[in-house]
């Protein structure tokens, strides 16, 4: 069945159902988004919230042709690959009696790998195919166990390091994210020559900067100075790749941004800020079946000081999936206006911004806290995660160009 889109304009299609299976971590990351309440609870999305979750996802007007569960927030392999495996045969046993049979779903899983072991290994090689994994690391210890300890205050990086050696003596492929915190500014040669041996196994590589804990928006000096040592960063990380001295793994940061310059608009999905957070294309579910949508991030525990923006202490809940259906939701009033707040800040964005088009958004809280309102454009994080990065890439193929010609 192909669902009418003219009923759902502007909203959708769903591509992204991000489950939180547990919320529970053990490991107690200091630039972690969760609570620390929320990642010492153990409890589990039980499998009849799944159920009604793809219960409505499948017979909804939202869905497209396929669709991604990504298992995150919290770390999933605190739970057993028998939870997992009733979990998958859960989602495609609705997906094969819902009047929507033929979406293609796949699943895929984000962890800080320290639980890998056998059991995970058989499970992993068992969905191959069906079920992706995407490794959280920072680097060599000393850069990874600066931020990333357990509960006791113990370092992470070796129990991570032996994950990602399983998974290769497996050979099962892997994505990998690291955090590159101000201290790991300084030295991409340490990334490029520490996931070397794991290139092979790395499907795609992806890196991301918790700036919004270092950057404060009175200090001026001190946000100019990470602008310029990270689009120094960049620079030599481009230099280095482009050098052939070190095997480099596909780094999605830069595929993305190719993508937007080169790749006609007709022939790639859209990219665009306001696109990017269509309600409904990513919805996200909590263990208890609270949802939130635009992108992942906006969850009840999330939020922080932005619980009662809509007068209800709900944050950017817009419904839980056990009392009301995804249509009810499409309509509520608490979702119109923050569709319209949403909006607001994207129009800002399209009128004033030179960066617009390359920048794929989700600053529209954080421009609500920086300046206290939708309307806002420019924050410290656009300078750096959206400014500094296209300038600096800019840049460098400019310079690569001139050299070559
Ligand atoms: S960089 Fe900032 S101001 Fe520019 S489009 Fe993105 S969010 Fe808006």
Sequence with gaps: MVNDKALVSGFGPIEMVVLQGTSYCNLNCSYCYLSEESRRHSATMTLETIQRAFEE???????????????HSGEPLVLKPDYYRAAIETVLN????????????????????????????????EYEGLVTLGVSCDGPAELHDRHRKNWSGRSSHA????????LSEAGIPFDVTAVISPDGLDEPELFLAYFEPFVPFIREFHFN??????????????????VMRYKAFLSRLLDLIASGN????????????????????AERPS???????????????????DLTTFYAGLTLDECGDQKNLYGDGRGLVIGN?????????????????????????????????????????????????????????ETPECLVHVKAFADAVLEHMSGSLQAAG
């Excluded at 129990?159 to 399983?166: D, F, I, L």
């Excluded at 941004?257 to 006609?264: A, C, E, S, T």
């Excluded at 990219?271 to 079946?289: C, H, L, Q, W």
């Design 159 to 166: 129990a991570t390091e032996r994950g990602m050696q399983a």
């Design 321 to 377: 999936i056990l009392e009301s259906s995804l249509s009810e939701m499409a309509g509520s009033e608490k979702l119109k206006l923050m569709m319209h707040d949403f909006e607001t800040s994207h129009s800002a964005c399209e009128s004033s911004c030179d960066y617009f088009d390359v920048c794929s958004g989700g600053y529209n809280l954080i421009k609500l806290r920086r300046h206290g309102t939708f309307g806002a454009t």
């Design 94 to 125: 609705v997906r094969d009696g819902s009047p929507r049979p033929d979406l293609v779903i796949d699943f895929d899983f984000q962890t800080n790998a320290t639980l890998i072991n056998a059991a995970w290994i058989e499970f992993f090689k």
């Design 57 to 71: 996802v499948t017979s909804s007007p939202f869905t497209g042709s396929r669709l991604r569960v990504s298992w």
């Design 209 to 226: 900067l918790h700036d919004e804990l270092f950057i404060d928006t009175r200090d001026r000096a001190g946000a100019s100075s990470y």
């Design 246 to 265: 070190y095997k480099t793994p596909k780094i999605r940061n830069f595929a993305s941004f190719y993508n937007r310059l080169f790749v006609p608009a």
């Design 271 to 289: 990219y665009d800020a306001r696109s990017m957070s269509a309600p409904f294309k990513t919805v996200s579910i909590e263990m208890n079946g």
